[in-house]
Each structure stands twice: as structure tokens, then as C-alpha cells.
């Protein structure tokens, strides 16, 4: 036998005993592929939160024992926790407003009991979305050495990697806003939020729904340097909802009422809610509707907690960007019938 067959035979010896001592490693970097070119854009499509909080949940385990194996799981891993986040967030919005209600009603020790699970909720939402960024932010590391916000953008490969980016952003801000919410108990840092508000130039905001224009305009009006640049702001939130109408995705409009609600501004949250409404089902994109159901689910609660301040109950479950105190005027029909009688 020649020293050439010698040689070969030796180098597929090593390959095969490689990938007998490590099969976890081999299925895993199987099933990740797996779930990026095939899973990942079907769960995009589903109108389903509540299977896709669950199927997150019970997945990230499975992904987490792959990563024991050297497989890079972290871009799955940033989608699972940003993805279950959801539930935990709606289950802390339940307690928001029943403290809410029973404030109103006099009810004060229930009020108090209700706002510390809706605390304890908003803190284990937000950590889940603290993961999330920080499992993105190692994927990039791993893949191109690129700290987010930080540098030349990377040369993303596909579209799930750009995606990833977007999500780091959000997933980041939402952990800011439970930070918040709980008091404090995230301990999120403060140093995340100009990072990825340069992260976004990487972005294409007409293919990306205008969100990487939203969050950039959210940090403007969160973090003026003074009253122009927040009133420039506040335009370019606007012209985000635009792109986010053009696009089907309303990802943008639910950052622009989430701002608007925090900065206390109910006339930029009104119109938030109607550009939100304005925009007829059949417009929204199909390819990810997972992402507009999000925005939705963020929008009801903003819009719950307007209606309850004002009416005691939560917003109609639909046109409740149709305000109680606006007048509405007669149709022509009604208006003909009347000069008739």
C-alpha cells in the first residue's frame, strides 16, 4: 500500500473517530441547521404566541446541551428566550391591571398583592430578554469578532443574522422597559441602549419594517440632548409606523406607542394607536406574521392601560383607537333620513 492510500486512510480514520467521540455535537450542529434554514421560517409565519412562548420553553433546554458539545447554539438561544418572554409579559400585564382595577376599587391590599407578582413577573420576563441580547451579542462575537454597536458592521451571510440583530434590539428594549416595571429587579444595563441604537446603521429599514429606525428615534426621545432633537424624534417614530404600513409589519408602531406611554405623551399614543388600526389585515405580511402578533400584543396592553385610566375598563376588542371622547358624526344616510321626516 502506497503512502498516499496510507494517508488517506488515516485522515478518514480521524473523521470518523472525531465524530464517534462526539455525537452530540455532530446531531447538534445537525439540528441547528435544521432549525434556522427550515424551522425558523415557519415559526415566523404563525399567528400562535402562546405555542411559540411554550415550543421556546421547552426547546432551549435540548439547545443548551448541544452548547455542552461546542455547538454554537446561540442565535437559537436568542430566539427562544426573546420568544418565551411573551407569555411571561401577558401574564404580568393580567396583574398589572387586576392592581389596576382593585386600586380603583379601594381594594388595597389586593392592589399591592397583585403589583408584587406583576414586579416578580417583569423581572423573570426581562432577565429572559436580558439573555436574549446577550446570546445574540456572543453569536456575532463568535462568527466575526463584532461587538454590537461597536465597529465595522458584519457581513451577515442571511437574513436570519440580520434578523438576530433586530431582535437584540428589541428583545434589549423590552428588558429596559420590565427593568422598570419591576422596580429594578433586572438590574439592566444602562450601557446596552446606545449600543444598539449604532447597531441599527447595519440595518436596512424599508426590508426591516422601519424598526431600525424606530429604535433609533425611541433612544432620541427617551434621551434627548435637547427639545429639537426630541421633536425629530418623535418625527422619525412617525416616519418608522410609515415604513412598518408600506411593509406589513407593525413592529415599529408598537415602539412608538410604548415610547409614547412612557414619556406620558397621550397625544403621540392616540395617534400611535389609529396608525396601528389604520393599517387592513390583508396589507400585513404573511412571511412574518409571527413579528406583527408581537407588536399586537404589545399594542393591546398600552391601549388597556389608556382605557382604564380614563374608563375604569379595558380598551373594545377592536377600533380602540375609537376614543370615548370623541364625537361620532352622523352618516349621510342618517343625515338624509332626518331632512325627510
Known sequence: MSMRHIYRLALISAAILTTACSPNRFIGNKVVHNTVENVLPEVMKSDDITMV???????????????????DTNMILAFSY??????????????EFWSTQAEQQGWTDIAIDARIAQQLLNKEAGVRQVRAYQHAATYFQNQYRYEIGEGKCPAFKNDSEQLLLLVAATASLQALQNDVASGRLVDFDMAIPPKIGRAMSCLDNQKWWGEPLAVQASLRVILPKDAADEAQGWQQLQEATDIGLQTGVRLSHATYAVVAYAKDREDYLRDALKRYEAIPAQALSSQYRLFDEMAGLQIRRIADRLWLKHERRRAPTQNFSKFWDEKVAPSKELNNLLEEM
Open 53 to 71: 412562548c411554550h415550543s421556546n420553553e421547552s426547546f432551549s433546554p435540548l439547545m443548551m446541551s448541544f452548547a455542552r458539545a461546542g455547538v
Open 82 to 95: 426573546s420568544g418565551s418572554s411573551a407569555c411571561i409579559e401577558r401574564q404580568a400585564a393580567e396583574k
